[in-house]
């Protein structure tokens, strides 16, 4: 079992910045991959990146892509989104993830859930 809590939203000028944080315990941390996913109000829950069990490798959405860096931290058993030149549309509960079965990008592949945290972006 993975226990996954986000922090770090919070309401944020167009063109800012925020680093999400999430926080596991359970299993150990440095054994699997995980990925950050956001579902704006109304849509569906989409991916936005995922890192390698080592972070060696990393993921990101094209959206996103040159905008966020995830980033993970195996002594402190936690994983990071850092969110530069923040659009509106970046708007939504953003969800971390753990340990995927299958596919990195794909939310049904994840077992292991944070509760979210907001990002508001005004313009």
């Known amino acids: 079992q993975v226990q996954l809590v986000e922090s770090g939203g919070g309401l944020v000028q167009a063109g800012g910045s925020l680093r999400l944080s999430c926080a596991a315990s359970g299993r150990t941390f440095g054994n699997y991959p995980m990925g950050w996913f956001r579902q704006a109000p109304g849509k569906e829950r989409e991916f936005v990146a995922a890192i390698s069990w080592s972070g060696g490798s990393t993921y990101y959405a094209d959206s996103v892509k040159g905008r966020f860096t995830i980033s993970r931290d195996n002594a402190k058993n936690t994983v990071y989104l850092q969110m530069n030149s923040l659009k509106p549309e970046d708007t939504a509960v953003y969800y971390c993830?753990?340990?995927?079965?299958?596919?990195?990008?794909?939310?049904?592949?994840?077992?292991?859930w944070g509760q979210g945290t907001q990002v508001t972006v005004s313009s």
């Open positions: 993830a753990a340990d995927p079965r299958s596919s990195w990008y794909e939310d049904y592949s994840y077992d292991y």
